[in-house]
């Protein structure tokens, strides 16, 4: 009945998150609400683990891309299901150091790490460093040789594959700000120095082509050109790399009109065409990263808002105004990213309206346009759902409004994983 299989209405006809009735959460906690459920979060961590491994045995490693969704609690659970994490600034970093996470099973990612960043890393033993360019690859031998330390690294690679997605988020083309691009022989270079520099244990390589892509062709080309690269580098400089990583982008299902594939056909199309190239070209199977962000935490969150003023401006829309907007959920404003609705106190009732979400926001910031909702009046509990990832990880201060707080379900209990913010915050740093 939903895009998402952990919801459902009850008795009194409200919608329930993990078998826990919405409204009682809007109730306890307030609005604007972000709402987790812990099962469904740890299922998909399962499911890519379990996905790997029947492909791959013990060489497939599923590293979670953490900034879809961050925060300490995330980290403990990566940590008791046994993935590996990514981040991608300083700040995810303490996060994952905070929370107790196994350093050895960090990514460090970034187009423009800065010198403490890469110190940081470094001083912590984080598993990989994944360089994305030529200052960052002879910076990182200088802090390393300084420091007496050896870093493990992947080079980032633009495998250059067309992809399907919003433009906003295409990262594997030649025009990407990210990574050496393998067709202009700026790749092979950057695997030349990276032999050669002190300090430096290349490890293998990485690409991310984008996200929120919803067909398995583009991974597998990706894929595809990526062992292609790996040998021309063996044959140029008889250099074989020991680790692939295929970063993440697996699309998920927004609204009933997406068609997203399971996360294991994504994974069985991609191994068979490595392993074929693997034969073809006598190289040994590497070690394969995944690196899934959003289709982790995405459909595990919800966001509740109270509706405010219902405008109806006669022949041209409604909007129902809410208690968040772009602070909270920017997505629309960046991307028109659509999302659906729910009245919570309704939700067994059908979508009879279609009305603008607006959010409260000094600018034109709607959560949605033209989007089906029953009929509602201030007061409502409205839900918008699959706001797990990119929602929470994305929200601003704007307006000095302060961050809701992120509530987690599990087994029909509500706790609070991070606390909301207060107008006290909003000053903390104003001197
Ligand atoms: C964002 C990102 C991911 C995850 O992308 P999703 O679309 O969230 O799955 C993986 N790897 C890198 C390097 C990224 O920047």
Redo the contacts with the bound molecule.
């Keep these: 009945m939903f895009i998402s299989k952990n919801l459902g209405v009850n008795e009194l006809g409200n919608l329930t998150i993990g078998g826990v009735d919405a409204s009682l959460l809007a109730k306890e906690y307030g609005t604007p609400l972000y709402v987790m459920d812990e099962a469904l979060f740890r299922d998909n961590c399962r499911r890519y683990k379990r996905a790997m491994e029947l492909d791959y045995g013990r060489k497939g490693i599923v590293c979670y891309?953490s900034?879809?969704f961050c925060c300490k609690e995330v980290f403990k659970i990566l940590k008791e299901e046994g993935l590996w994490a990514?981040v991608?600034s300083g700040g995810e970093l303490y996060t994952a150091v905070s929370a107790g996470f196994p350093m050895g099973k960090i990514v460090f990612?970034g187009c423009c790490k800065t010198a403490d960043e890469l110190t940081m890393a470094l001083k912590n033993k984080v598993g990989r460093i994944?360089v994305d360019n030529f200052s960052e690859l002879s910076a990182l031998s200088e802090i390393a040789v300084e420091m007496d330390v050896s870093a493990d690294i992947m080079l980032?690679i633009k495998p250059c594959v067309e992809v399907h997605t919003h433009e906003l988020?295409q990262?594997g083309n030649i025009d990407s700000k990210f990574g050496f691009a393998a067709q202009t022989g700026e790749a092979l270079e950057a695997v030349r120095l990276a032999l050669l520099l002190r300090n430096i244990n290349l490890k293998g390589f990485?690409c991310?082509i984008?996200?929120?892509i919803l067909d398995t062709d583009s991974f597998v080309k990706a894929a595809e050109a990526m062992l292609l690269f790996i040998s021309e580098v063996k044959e140029q400089l008889s250099f074989e790399a020991g680790e692939l990583n295929l970063?993440?982008?697996?699309g998920i299902k927004y609204t009933e009109e997406d068609k997203a594939p399971e996360y294991e056909l994504y994974i069985n199309d991609v191994s068979a065409r490595i392993k074929k190239l693997c034969a073809d070209k006598g190289l040994s199977l590497p070690l394969i990263m995944i690196?899934?962000?959003?289709?982790i935490p995405a459909h595990s969150g919800i966001t509740l808002y109270t509706a405010g003023e219902v405008k109806v401006i006669p022949e041209v829309r409604t909007y129902v105004m809410v208690d968040g907007g772009l602070t909270d959920n920017p997505r629309y404003s960046m991307y028109k990213a659509k999302y659906e609705f729910i009245a919570v106190n309704k939700a067994s009732e059908p979508k009879s309206e279609i009305v603008s979400i607006a959010g409260k926001c000094c600018e034109k910031d709607p959560l949605g346009e033209g989007v089906k909702l029953q009929p509602v009046e201030s007061g409502d509990i409205i839900a918008v759902l699959a706001t797990g990832?990119?929602n929470y990880s994305m929200s601003s201060n704007y307006n000095r409004f302060p961050r809701p707080p992120v509530v987690m379900v599990r087994n029909g209990k509500a706790r609070i994983i991070v606390k909301g913010e207060t107008y006290e915050d909003m000053i903390r740093n104003d001197l």
């Excluded at 970063?247 to 697996?250: A, N, S």
């Excluded at 690196?291 to 289709?295: I, V």
């Design positions: 891309a900034k879809a990514d991608a990612h994944v980032r988020v990262t990485h991310h984008g996200s929120q970063g993440g982008g697996f690196e899934p962000g959003r289709s990832a990119f």
